[in-house]
């Protein structure tokens, strides 16, 4: 995988609008779980992101119904979030369908990386990123964030 120009980074207080941002499933998680230990700052982040066009997969989607069931026992939570995904009831956010070609970018990521440490589901982020030409991804996950630090912003700006 040949290495990318930096892009321009963000902090918490500069001005995203007009920015496409992609969603990691623990974005999500952590603001719909109450003990999840970055609630907070998955709170503040959806204020940060409220007027920015997000972004992210079926596989994240199914991703945060998964954990989500597992961490909050509450199958009709972990169901209605996936039924606002699928149904477009969220506010500027947008589902992308795994259809082939994006299936093959995220495994052409995922075999030419040799970290362990990024997922499938990961590596289907940074495919969706580049396929939307999107700067900015939203995760808690300093793996990926350290993986392509290189290539995106990531938000919120510390974790």
Same mark, same amino acid.
């Given at each position: 995988?040949? %290495?990318? +120009? %930096?892009?321009?980074?963000?902090?918490?207080?500069?001005?995203?609008?007009?920015?496409?941002?992609?969603?990691?499933?623990?974005?999500?998680?952590?603001? =719909?779980?109450?003990?999840? %230990?970055?609630?907070?700052?998955?709170?503040?982040?959806?204020?940060?992101?409220?007027?920015?066009?997000?972004?992210?997969?079926?596989?994240?989607?199914?991703?945060?119904? !998964?954990?989500?069931?597992? +961490?909050?026992?509450?199958?009709?939570?972990?169901?209605?979030?996936?039924?606002? =995904?699928?149904?477009?009831?969220?506010?500027?956010?947008?589902?992308?369908?795994?259809?082939?070609?994006?299936?093959?970018? !995220?495994?052409?990521?995922?075999?030419?990386?040799?970290? !362990?440490?990024?997922?499938?589901?990961?590596?289907?982020?940074?495919?969706?990123?580049?396929?939307?030409?999107?700067?900015?991804?939203?995760?808690?996950? +300093?793996?990926?964030?350290?993986? =392509?630090?290189?290539?995106?912003?990531?938000? %919120?700006?510390?974790?």
């Amino acid at each position: 995988m040949k %290495p990318t +120009k %930096p892009m321009m980074k963000f902090s918490m207080e500069e001005n995203l609008e007009n920015t496409k941002i992609v969603l990691d499933a623990n974005i999500v998680i952590a603001y =719909f779980s109450q003990k999840d %230990p970055c609630h907070a700052q998955a709170l503040l982040c959806s204020k940060l992101l409220e007027n920015q066009l997000k972004v992210l997969n079926t596989l994240i989607v199914s991703e945060i119904a !998964t954990v989500l069931l597992v +961490k909050t026992k509450d199958k009709y939570l972990a169901s209605q979030v996936v039924d606002k =995904f699928i149904s477009n009831k969220y506010s500027k956010t947008r589902m992308y369908a795994c259809d082939s070609s994006l299936l093959r970018s !995220t495994s052409a990521i995922f075999k030419a990386f040799n970290d !362990t440490k990024l997922s499938f589901q990961d590596c289907s982020i940074i495919a969706l990123a580049r396929k939307l030409k999107a700067h900015t991804i939203a995760t808690f996950d +300093k793996d990926l964030r350290k993986a =392509f630090a290189h290539e995106f912003a990531f938000l %919120p700006k510390s974790i």
